[in-house]
């Protein structure tokens, strides 16, 4: 049972425009929603986070959205750049869980110049 | 800061084989994990430590073993590697309550059981 869920495996964006990922989740408790990104050979590095008290944060180019009652979440890249061609990995914790990571299945990204 | 280092990059096994994977971080955090990736997959927890002295199952615990016998140092091993166990380990790090929820992670040991 895929308690989260990233439906797209990979996207293809120009440069310049806007890179939107998408990750649903179905477990309501948890409280933090992650976007980790991975380069080939190395290991995930953490983008941004929201809150799930929150439905916007918001930090230079990247944002995420949060859609409690939809249950998804979205990361905007704006504008998107080559160097942002990596998978982009989607993660959720819970307080009371040693704050584990749940991770979606991941998108690959590519930003044609 | 070196943040979290694994040892080693890359090793070749044969079926029922052992080894220990090192995880390193000079960070002083108190949680620690271990994950591994598999194609078309995201991380999967196999085992956690939420302090020295202290380790719990993941979601993919078998076959694996850990130790946490330093804050600094957590350690995981395989007692008799499977093909099945082929996979990209990373270990991550973090405090309790971290401001935005992130872990952070080591650059991962690739494992090939033959």
């Known amino acids: 049972d895929q308690q989260v869920k990233q439906n797209s495996p990979s996207l293809s964006v120009q440069e310049g425009r806007i890179s939107i990922l998408n990750c649903d989740y179905t477990?309501?408790?948890?409280?933090?929603f992650l976007w980790y990104k991975k380069y080939p050979a190395e290991g995930p590095t953490f983008l941004i986070s929201?809150?799930?008290?929150?439905d916007k944060n918001e930090d230079g180019r990247f944002t995420v959205f949060l859609n409690k009652s939809a249950k998804h979440l979205s990361l905007h890249i704006v504008p998107s750049q080559p160097g942002d061609s990596a998978v982009y990995f989607c993660?959720?914790?819970?307080?009371?869980?040693?704050?584990?990571?749940?991770f979606g299945s991941g998108t690959q990204l590519t930003v044609l110049p | 800061n070196a943040g979290v280092t694994q040892t080693p990059k890359f090793r070749v096994l044969k079926t029922g084989q052992s080894m220990t994977l090192l995880c390193a971080q000079d960070?002083?955090?108190?949680?620690m994990y271990w994950y591994r990736q598999d194609p078309g997959m995201g991380l999967r927890l196999i085992h956690y430590?939420?302090?020295?002295?202290?380790?719990a199952k993941g979601e993919v615990p078998d076959g694996y073993n850990v130790s946490r016998l330093k804050k600094q140092n957590f350690l995981l091993g395989l007692e008799s590697a499977a093909p099945s166990q082929t996979s990209v380990y990373f270990c991550?790090?973090?405090?309790?309550?971290?401001?935005?929820?992130?872990?952070?992670f080591g650059p991962g040991t690739r494992l090939t059981v033959l």
């Open positions: 991550a790090s973090t405090l309790p309550s971290p401001p935005r929820g992130e872990q952070f």
């Open positions: 477990n309501s408790m948890f409280d933090y």
């Open positions: 929201i809150s799930s008290i929150k």
């Open positions: 993660a959720a914790t819970t307080s009371g869980s040693a704050r584990q990571l749940t």
């Open positions: 960070m002083n955090h108190e949680y």
């Open positions: 430590s939420v302090g020295e002295g202290t380790t």
